[in-house]
C-alpha cells in the first residue's frame, strides 16, 4: 500500500487542491488534516470555530471556516434552495446549513473546495446524504457505487459494487464498469474489467445472468475504450488456465485485475473473504460516480486511514 500511497502523494503534491473536513473536532481528523498539510499534499479545509481549534493545535496553513460566522452562509443558502428545487426553503436552508456535512457538501459545490472527507463521528448516510443531494452524480452516471482498492504485496486489483447498491441493474453495472476501470487507472493499474456472474460464456442461462449479459453489452456500447468484458465466473476472470478453457475468446478473461460483482451480497462477501482469508489489504469503500469525489470514513479509523483516505480523495478530482 506504501508504494500507492507514494504514488498518489506526487500526483496532487503542490497542486492546491482543497478538501473540506466536516469532523475537525475529532482529534483524527485534525491529525491527519494537520500531516496533509504540513507535507504539503493539499490544502485542508476544517469546519468549526478557530478559536477552539486553536487551543492546543498548531493549524498552519488549514483554512478554517465556522458555519456561523460565514461571511457568503447567504450566498450558500440561496444556492442551496435553488439546487434542491423546491424541497426546501429559504427557511429550512438557513437550518440544514448549519449541520457540518451539508455545510461542507455546499462549499464543495460553490466550487470552493474540491473534495470532502467525512464519517468519523458520522454514519455513511449522514455523509453520503447530502453528496447525493447536492453533488449529484456525474453526466451518463445514474449512481454512485462503493469500490475497494485490494492490495497484497506488488498485487492490486479493484472490487466494486462491495457497498452502496443492493440490487443494481444492468444499466447501474455498465456505468460501475466503466467508473471501476478510470479507478484503476488512479491506482496505476491497467484495467481489464471483468463482470463477474456465476455462469462464463453463457454457461447458464437465468435472469441473474441475463442481467450480467446485458451489462457487459451496454458496457461495451458506451466505448469507452476500456477492456470490458462478461459475464464470466472469477475463475474465469482470474486464471488463465480456467479461461482458455472457459472463455478462450475473450481479450479480458484469465487477465482481469478489476472486477465489477452482479450484487451487493456477493461484493461485500468478495472482499472480506479476499481480506480475511487472502490476506489483501482492503482500502474503501471508495466512491466513484459523483461530481465531485466524497468519501465515507468508518467511525472505526485512526488518523492514517483519515490521512489515507483524503490523499485518495484528492486524486480522484484529477479524475476526467
Request: one cysteine or more.
Amino acid at each position: 500500500m506504501a508504494n500507492i500511497m507514494n504514488q498518489l502523494k506526487e500526483k496532487i503534491s503542490n497542486k492546491g487542491i482543497k478538501i473540506v473536513f466536516p469532523e475537525s473536532s475529532d482529534p483524527r481528523i485534525l491529525e491527519a488534516a494537520i500531516r496533509l498539510d504540513k507535507e504539503g499534499l493539499l490544502r485542508p479545509v476544517l469546519i468549526g470555530n478557530r478559536e477552539q481549534l486553536e487551543k492546543s493545535n498548531d493549524l498552519g496553513n488549514c483554512e478554517v471556516v465556522d458555519p456561523n460566522n460565514y461571511s457568503d452562509f447567504a450566498e450558500m443558502v440561496s444556492s442551496f434552495v435553488d439546487r434542491r428545487k423546491g424541497k426546501a426553503t429559504r427557511e429550512d436552508a438557513e437550518q440544514i446549513l448549519l449541520d457540518e456535512n451539508y455545510f461542507g457538501t455546499m462549499l464543495v459545490y460553490m466550487n470552493k473546495a474540491h473534495g470532502l472527507v467525512s464519517g468519523a463521528i458520522h454514519s455513511t448516510g449522514d455523509t453520503v446524504r447530502p453528496a447525493l443531494q447536492i453533488i449529484k452524480t456525474k453526466a451518463g452516471v445514474s449512481k454512485t457505487f462503493g469500490y475497494f482498492l485490494m492490495v497484497r504485496d506488488d498485487e492490486k486489483y479493484i472490487f466494486g459494487d462491495c457497498a452502496i447498491n443492493p440490487n443494481p441493474s444492468s444499466d447501474d453495472l455498465a456505468e460501475f464498469a466503466v467508473e471501476s476501470a478510470k479507478a484503476a487507472e488512479m491506482f496505476g493499474i491497467d484495467p481489464k474489467v471483468a463482470l463477474l456472474s456465476f455462469s462464463t460464456n453463457g454457461s447458464a442461462n437465468t435472469d441473474e445472468t441475463k442481467k450480467v449479459v446485458e451489462a457487459t453489452k451496454k458496457a461495451i456500447e458506451m466505448n469507452s475504450g476500456y477492456a470490458i468484458d462478461g459475464e464470466m465466473q472469477f475463475d474465469a476472470a482470474f486464471v488463465e488456465g480456467v479461461a482458455k478453457k472457459k472463455y478462450p475468446t475473450s481479450e479480458v478473461a484469465g487477465r482481469a485485475n478489476t472486477f465489477v460483482f452482479p450484487d451487493l451480497n456477493s461484493g461485500n462477501i468478495g472482499y472480506k473473504i479476499a481480506q480475511r482469508l487472502g490476506n489483501f489489504e482492503a482500502m474503501g469503500p471508495i466512491l466513484a460516480g459523483l461530481n465531485m469525489p466524497v468519501n465515507d470514513l468508518s467511525r472505526g479509523c485512526d488518523s492514517e486511514d483519515v490521512y489515507n483516505t483524503a490523499i485518495i480523495t484528492a486524486a480522484q478530482t484529477l479524475i476526467k
